[in-house]
């Protein structure tokens, strides 16, 4: 039966011996001659009939390194997952060696594998710390700016006679100029643009304005923030892959060919039941009840991420851990290619912060007996792709697109830290002191902003997982 010794070289580095006699897979390896002569259709031989010395000559060998691989990833995998202790990346051959293996007389092999581990300690940080939880109030003025936008998403939208305001939509007939009269061969673009584009001076020319009249104007100082390339595609209608580029100038006139207006939905029933959902609402004070309801729901999230952030931020400063920097620099060799200019004590010193928080996650998540399921992780995958759709559920192709990212281990590790993450900030919650801060709008939009501008620089490299049980041996 194959053995494994451990030795201790000190708290945080193992070496695992793996004793394989040939007495552990010969029997294996035996069996695995037979069938090959079995299945053996050699010219010269009867199938069936091939000596044995030709089926070990001719496949022996690359028999024997299947079995002892297989043999080696069981044991390794199977004594880790009955072990005291968790480990961090793979297992690591030490002076791998091709092997030199002889078919004929059977030997014993030894195989040596480093282990880097994860520290022993225990969590601090959560008793003796108090963090802030930003309590937003949620001000008239944006509940009144929530309503109207919402009755213009149910408004109708239509051609009018009436004077240009904000929020139309204007349709222009345009001619180039040549002068005071219109260009000879010049350019007769029509296009449309949207009120809240126009710069101020045309705004001022055509603020009373109506379908029929007619103004002239600079095309460069038609529109606010309008490059070159978006004038003479969407303005003038020119082709960028012409070949040759079509001389213009900037003088035009144009006739008001038609205003398209937005008209806001009323503030009856039927608006309550197709923005709120039918019966939910009835009243516009309830309307502005459920709109203050859904602000401050998006405000308590932010500050629960706030929160989320500080208390990490507490953790890892409390619970500052030694790591196998030898065995990390080893392993992030042995897995991966290192960028150019790149050292792997470069590698390792960008990833250390985010290995220990990924070990303290980890211990908090055991002492917690926080678990994430499967069915939890493909519900993650089916939000991320509800996003990309706007909500928008379509049945059969977005249980297609879950079941195909739950096939990639990047996504499916992805779902995974984002579902512990909210399990265990849900638990966390319940188990630190929390300090309510009455806080504005605005003011909450500054700390948001003040918390992207200090996370933004920070860019961690990848790092590896807290080995799970059974994990596969590097061959």
């Known amino acids: ?11 945080l580095n193992v070496t695992l011996t793996l004793n394989l006699s040939k ?44 079995i002892i691989n297989n043999m080696i990833g069981k044991e ?53 710390n108090a963090f802030n939880w930003y309590d937003t109030s949620i001000p008239d003025s944006m509940i009144e700016d929530d309503l109207k936008d919402a009755l213009k998403k149910l408004g109708k939208q239509g051609p009018t006679e009436e004077e240009i305001q904000e929020g139309d939509v204007i349709k222009l007939s345009a001619v180039e100029l040549g002068g005071p009269l219109p260009k000879e061969g010049g350019l007769t673009p029509e296009f449309s643009v949207s009120f809240d584009e126009l710069t101020e001076d045309i705004v001022e020319i055509i603020f009373t304005k109506k379908v029929g009249d007619t103004f002239r104007f600079d ?40 205003v398209t207006r937005l ?15 039918p019966g939910n609402v009835s009243s516009e004070e309830e309307a502005k009840e459920k709109l203050k309801t859904n602000i401050k729901r998006y405000y308590d999230n932010q500050a629960d991420g ?13 619970n500052q851990l030694s790591l196998p920097e030898a065995f990390l620099e080893r392993w992030v060799t042995h897995s991966r290619e290192l960028p150019e200019g790149k050292t792997a004590s470069d590698a390792v010193a960008e990833m250390k912060e985010g290995l220990q928080w990924s070990i303290i996650r980890d211990k908090l998540a055991k002492k917690y007996d926080i678990k994430v399921e499967e069915a939890e992780i493909k519900q993650a995958i089916r939000g991320q792709i509800l996003s990309y759709f706007g909500g928008q559920d379509y049945g059969g192709m977005v249980d ?25 900030f849900r638990q966390l919650k319940e188990v630190v002191t929390i300090n309510a801060v009455p806080t504005t709008t605005d003011e909450l939009e500054e700390i948001i902003k003040a918390e992207r501008a200090k996370n933004e620089p920070k860019v961690e490299a990848e790092t590896p997982a807290v080995a799970e049980e059974g994990a596969e041996v590097a061959e």
């Open 23 to 66: 007495e552990d897979y010969a029997p294996t390896f035996n069996e695995k001659l037979k069938e090959y002569r079995k299945n053996a259709n050699l010219k010269g031989f009867r199938k069936g009939q091939v000596p044995v010395s030709v089926v070990r000559k001719m496949f022996g060998k690359n028999a024997l390194v299947d």
């Open 76 to 128: 390794i995998a199977d004594y880790l997952e009955k072990a005291d202790f968790d480990i961090l990346g793979q297992p690591l051959p030490v002076d791998q060696k091709e092997l030199s293996l002889n078919t004929k007389e059977l030997e014993d092999y030894s195989f040596k594998f480093d282990i880097g581990l994860v520290p022993e300690f225990e969590i601090k940080g959560l008793e003796n």
């Open 263 to 277: 008209t806001p939905a009323t503030l009856n029933q039927e608006f309550f039941d197709g923005y709120f959902g």
């Open 219 to 258: 095309i460069n100082n038609l529109a606010k923030d309008k490059d070159k390339v978006f004038i003479e595609k969407y303005f003038l209608g020119l082709n960028a892959d012409a070949d040759e580029p079509v001389e213009y100038g900037n003088d035009f006139e144009a006739t008001i060919v038609e």
């Open 1 to 11: 039966m194959p053995t494994i010794v451990r030795e201790d070289h000190d708290d």
């Open 306 to 318: 706030i929160l989320f952030g500080l208390i990490v931020e507490q953790l890892k400063k409390d």
């Open 400 to 424: 297609n697109m879950v079941e195909k990212m739950a096939q990639d281990e990047q996504q499916v590790n992805n779902a995974y830290s984002q579902v512990l993450a909210e399990k265990l």
